[in-house]
C-alpha cells in the first residue's frame, strides 16, 4: 500500500501564491504518474495536472495553464504544486492522486482546502 500526505494549503488573496506538497510513502517502488485534482462542494473532482514519474513529462487543465507549474522529487517520493496567480475560482480542495499501474491501481490523499479570496 502507499500513503499520501498533503500540505500547502491555506487562505491567500487573489494574486497570491501557494506551493502544495504531496509526499508518498509505503509501496512507492513503482509510480506511473501522480496528478493534482479539486473539488467544490456540489461539483465532481476536476483534474488540474498530472506528472509523469519517470520522464517528467506534464499536462495542465486549460483553467491553469501558465499559470500552475507541476514538478516532481523521484528521491523523496514527493510531488509539488506550484500555483501562481491565483484567482477565486481556483478555490477548492485539492487531492493528491498517485497512479501505480494496473496492479497498483489508484490512491488518492486527504484533501488540502485552498482559498482565495478576492
Known amino acids: 500500500q502507499v500513503q499520501l500526505v498533503e500540505s500547502g494549503g491555506g487562505l491567500v488573496q487573489a494574486g497570491e501564491s501557494l506551493r502544495l506538497s504531496c509526499a508518498a510513502s509505503?509501496?512507492?517502488?513503482?509510480?506511473?504518474?501522480m496528478a493534482w485534482f479539486r473539488q467544490t462542494p456540489g461539483n465532481e473532482r476536476e483534474f488540474v495536472a498530472a506528472?509523469?514519474?519517470?520522464?517528467?513529462?506534464?499536462y495542465y487543465s486549460d483553467p491553469v495553464e501558465g499559470r500552475f507549474t507541476i514538478s516532481r522529487d523521484i528521491a523523496k517520493d514527493t510531488m509539488y504544486l506550484q500555483m501562481n496567480n491565483l484567482k477565486p475560482e481556483d478555490t477548492g480542495v485539492y487531492y493528491c492522486?498517485?497512479?501505480?499501474?494496473?496492479?497498483?491501481?489508484?490512491?488518492w490523499g486527504q484533501g488540502t482546502q485552498v482559498t482565495v479570496s478576492s
Open positions: 506528472v509523469r514519474w519517470n520522464n517528467e513529462l506534464t
Open positions: 492522486m498517485v497512479d501505480r499501474g494496473p496492479l497498483g491501481g489508484r490512491t
Open positions: 509505503g509501496s512507492t517502488l513503482i509510480i506511473y504518474a
